[in-house]
């Protein structure tokens, strides 16, 4: 296949292509990438997950119970645990990761003590205490007293069947992701950034919504000291302790250099519930509230709250997303209600206070049945798709107006089963070539769609709801696992383009996109080559305009060294069947490079700039 790539043309991008998408699913935020180890910290409850003790248990003899203190620890955190006997332990999210490292902690105690707290890091299966630190008690009879520490383990325990326990409650924090208070796992804050992202969406997804419509994602709830923070009837089976919420969410974009795509409750809750019109005004009062929190200045009336909790400078904000599939929950009425009144009622307050922040629907134009999005606001597209339809849909943006991508993803296998069948078990090799090729579509109109996020981006291997995820991860960090798509949307993000450039178009079994890094003057090719009639390798020669003969450039080639199209990253056994594989290139006389790529195959060429 000859390809030659003209030097002039094309689009800009938006300089922002690839992301991602975190709503707390498959306990990817609370025992995922938010940094606690502590299972149940808070006692925290709502209607569909009652308070418990689950996570822990007495230490020897001793006896636990919970109890409504008072005074309580404050208003939304009522529960404590009474001890009776020597103490607690919790064995965290199914395991705790223990290594010669700085953990911090705190914990509340009523009661007078006149005595020591012993907190310990110590093996769930053997005698072994693998770090203790012993806390002076300042607790007093009639009020809540907080005692903070630090342990330090002298050596690492061997597997991560380990507990926290005190002869009290403290909750022990290992180092986080750029050491910020309150922060996030290194080692998934590490592979995620590893993506070389520009873009998070959050709080969701489904999350954002909420099981109804008194209870979604409320992002005042989760300001501040972990104290005032109620917790979250999650959406995802389990209760959440809104630890990650929007101050850490924020601080996790501006860590990673991230594009912020913020979701706001749009009044339709998973349930069903529809906020009427008349009871709207709040809900969009709320809305311009948390943009004026991310993005306001210090001396507005929510930037000032977001500074005295530290952050005087406003964060970046270019996209509102109002909802989340808003043609989905609800049926009919959702949908109808969503183009009647609430997509207008945000869309005209957002763009009156605020002209240049980008508004996004919650909806592409081809959902609920089709509609025209009114400009200025741009669609939100969410196809998680068996390969072959990712592939179908190639084009998909070849004339449509602008969509963010804002969730993708191979998910089912071919077959035309899709939502009637499971999920895959993970990313496959085949559905990761499916993903490359809706990618480079996507990357091809980058005009008309400023950002692509994979979804949902990680798993607790615990316990999931949602198979297909880029990382997969228990306690032990050595079950932290790229999948097969990882190192796809790695690559294509690791060569950012600040233009596309037409290049000769003959798509199938080859699909490509070409363009150019203003920044470090280098071309760029993106391939990827799915369904091969016969199998075969297929030849190419690239030609940029204006790279000449001699001119050098290094082709990384993604391949399957399983040859299964099925074959998959496999935690439990630590397998990367992905080979990558870096081949410099020279261009021949005419200016062109050659090279070929097998069946099932991704590559990226960029020429080497000087
Ligand atoms: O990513 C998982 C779910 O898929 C999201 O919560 C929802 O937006 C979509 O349907």
């Not at 606690?36 to 230490?59: C, H, K, M, T």
């Not at 919970?66 to 404590?80: I, N, R």
């Not at 008309?448 to 880029?470: D, E, H, K, L, S």
């Amino acid at each position: 296949l000859d390809i030659d790539v003209s030097s002039e043309g094309g689009n800009a991008t938006s300089g922002h292509q690839y992301g991602f998408l975190h709503e707390d699913i498959n306990n990817s935020g609370d025992g995922g990438i938010y940094a606690e180890l502590i299972r149940n910290r808070a006692f925290q409850y709502s209607d569909a997950f009652p308070v418990s003790l689950d996570g822990w248990r007495p230490v020897d003899d001793s006896t636990l119970d919970l109890t409504l203190p008072e005074p309580p620890l404050s208003d939304v955190l009522p529960y404590a645990v009474q001890v009776k006997g020597v103490g607690l332990q919790n064995e965290g999210f199914w395991g705790m990761d223990v290594r010669p490292q700085k953990y911090t902690g705190s914990f509340w105690v009523k009661g007078a003590y006149d005595g020591t707290f012993t907190a310990s890091l110590r093996s769930n299966l053997t005698e072994d205490v693998f770090g203790s630190v012993e806390i002076e008690s300042k607790s007093v009879d009639d009020d809540w007293t907080e005692h903070e520490f630090e342990l330090y383990p002298d050596t690492a325990a061997p597997n991560s069947n380990n507990t926290f326990a005190i002869t009290f409650d403290p909750e022990p924090v290992p180092p986080t992701y750029k050491n910020r208070k309150n922060g996030l796992r290194i080692d998934i804050a590490e592979a995620l950034a590893g993506l070389h992202p520009s873009l998070i969406r959050f709080p969701g997804g489904n999350m954002l919504e909420g099981l109804s419509s008194s209870t979604w994602w409320d992002w005042k709830d989760t300001l501040g000291p972990l104290r005032y923070r109620p917790g979250f009837q999650g959406v995802w089976g389990y209760q959440q302790t809104h630890g990650l919420g929007i101050v850490e969410y924020l601080d996790w974009a501006e860590d990673m250099n991230l594009e912020v795509v913020v979701g706001v409750f749009a009044g339709l809750a998973l349930n069903g519930d529809i906020t009427p019109r008349e009871e709207m005004q709040p809900l969009i009062d709320d809305a311009l509230d948390q943009i004026e929190f991310i993005s306001g200045p210090a001396d507005s009336k929510w930037g000032s709250r977001r500074a005295e909790l530290g952050h005087p400078d406003p964060f970046p904000l270019h996209y509102v997303e109002i909802g989340n599939e808003d043609w989905l929950a609800g049926g009919s009425e959702g949908w109808i209600t969503y183009l009647e009144y609430r997509f207008p009622m945000f869309l005209a307050a957002i763009n009156e206070a605020y002209p240049d922040i980008t508004v996004v629907s919650s909806c592409a134009s081809t959902d609920g049945g089709g509609w025209d999005i009114p400009a200025p606001a741009i669609g939100d597209y969410h196809p998680y798709r068996e390969p072959d339809v990712l592939v179908e849909e190639f084009d998909r943006f070849d004339n449509d107006g602008p969509h963010i991508v804002g969730e993708v993803a191979a998910t089912h296998p071919n077959g035309g089963i899709g939502w009637d069948g499971n999920l895959m078990p993970f990313p496959w090799w085949m559905g990761t070539v499916g993903e490359a090729v809706s990618l480079i579509g996507y990357e091809r109109n980058a005009d008309r769609v400023p950002g692509t996020f994979y979804a949902p981006v990680a798993r607790n291997m615990n316990r999931w709801q949602w198979a297909v995820t880029i990382l997969q991860f228990a306690a032990d960090p050595a079950m932290t696992t790229r999948s097969t798509s990882w190192y796809v949307w790695e690559l294509f993000a690791r060569y950012p383009m600040s233009r596309t450039l037409p290049a000769t178009a003959e798509f199938g079994p080859a699909y490509y996109v070409a363009g150019v890094n203003d920044d470090t003057g280098s071309h760029i090719w993106k391939g990827a080559v799915y369904n091969t009639t016969d199998g075969a390798d297929l030849p190419f020669n690239v030609h940029f305009e204006g790279v000449d003969a001699g001119a050098t450039a290094q082709l990384t080639l993604l391949t399957n060294e399983a040859g299964d199209p099925y074959a998959y990253n496999d935690p439990y056994t630590g397998v990367n069947i992905v080979h990558s594989e870096t081949i410099p290139l020279v261009a021949d006389e005419n200016g062109a490079f050659s090279f070929s790529m097998p069946q099932l195959s991704v590559a990226v060429l960029a020429t080497d700039t000087s």
